[in-house]
Each structure stands twice: as C-alpha cells, then as structure tokens.
C-alpha cells in the first residue's frame, strides 16, 4: 500500500497574476523544532500530491471513456481514442497539473540551521554530477531569519506572533515591541495561545 502523508493545511489558492487568474495547492507545515531532512520530506509531500492529481486525471479519463462507449455503442471515433502513451499513464497529452508550494513556519526561536535544497544534504559530490541530480528547494518562514520589515507584511496575528518568537531571547526588545505595538493588545486568543507556548 503507497505511503500515505497528511499535511498540516493544504488548501487551493487563487490568485490575480498580471491580470489572470492563478492556481496552486499550498500547503502549510507548522514547524516546532528544526528539521534536518526537511528537503526530502517535503518534497515526498509534494510529489504525492502532484501524484494523486495524475490519478484524479486517469480516474476521469475512465469514466469519460465509458460514458462514451455506451453513447455511442462503442463506435468511437479514432480521435477519442487515447495514444498508447495516454492510455499508458493514463495522463493526456493536454492534461496540466496545478502546482504545489509548500510552506513551512517556523515557530522555534533558534536560528534555522538545517538544510533548505537537496543540494545541500548530498555529501561531497561532484558537480558534474550534481548537474544532473533532482533539487528541492524549502519555502521556510523563520522569524530570527526575517527583518520587522518583512515580518510586518503579514496581515494576521502571525505578524505578532512571529514578532514575539524572534525577540523570545531578548527581553529588554521584547518588552519594547510588546509595549509600543498596540496590536499586542487586541490578539486573538488562539495568537496569545501560541505565544504562551515556551519557545526553544
């Protein structure tokens, strides 16, 4: 039986991009400790979720198939049937899956020190090689690795709560930012639960 892996979100977002509409699966991975393989768990991830579309795609194309052959009592034109390699995959030449990006929060107050590509994790090898070698890049969110300025584009109380975990190791900024940042003092109560966890 394959590998089965849940997510801790995944969710179809779209979006406005030079003026057309955009699709992709993002999922979100709540990270409490760091991760040292994070590349290759993420990317198994993703690469099952863009596994589980070409079977959502294959599972349709059966069933468009057979509603066919019964509409028309088996007298398929030569261009319903599929390729050989359509048939074989069981993805159409025109099917297109909509990408995966997955990103990872950080909510430990340590600097992040794993790797972030496969490229990374490989030992030693060379280049020639590694030309050739798949890469998997990690879309990290880590508070001590952002500036305020980053940090304050977000439009939610992860804004505070990443503001919070960043200066976690440095009372006298903490006690600052908390006191001057009115937001600190209209948080929801689920923001205010995160920030009572102790931080690392």
């Known amino acids: 039986m394959p590998e089965q892996?849940?997510?801790d979100v995944l969710k179809l977002l779209y979006a406005m991009t030079d003026g057309r509409t955009a699709y992709c699966v993002v999922g979100i991975e709540n990270q409490a400790e760091i991760h040292y393989a994070l590349p290759v768990r993420n990317g198994v991830y993703d690469f099952l979720q863009l596994s589980h579309q070409v079977s959502e795609a294959a599972s349709a194309h059966r069933q468009a198939m057979k509603e066919m052959k019964s509409e028309h009592s088996d007298n398929?034109?030569?261009n319903e049937e599929p390729t050989?390699?359509?048939?074989?995959?069981?993805?159409?030449?025109t099917d297109r899956l909509?990408?995966?990006v997955?990103?990872?929060?950080y909510f430990g107050s340590d600097s992040w020190d794993a790797p972030l590509s496969l490229r990374?994790?490989?030992s030693g090898t060379d280049n020639v090689i590694l030309a050739h070698a798949p890469d998997y890049h990690v879309n990290l969110i880590a508070p001590r690795e952002m500036s305020d300025d980053e940090i304050n584009e977000f439009h939610s109380n992860l804004r505070e709560v990443m503001l919070y975990i960043k200066y976690s190791k440095d009372k006298k900024t903490l006690n600052k930012v908390v006191k001057e940042d009115i937001k600190f003092?209209?948080?929801e109560r689920q923001a205010a639960e995160v920030i009572n966890v102790p931080f690392i």
């Open 84 to 93: 050989d390699g359509e048939f074989l995959s069981g993805f159409w030449k």
């Open 76 to 78: 398929l034109q030569e």
């Open 102 to 105: 997955t990103l990872v929060i």
């Open 98 to 100: 909509i990408p995966v």
């Open 5 to 7: 892996k849940y997510r």
């Open 120 to 122: 990374e994790m490989y």
């Open 185 to 187: 003092q209209s948080m």
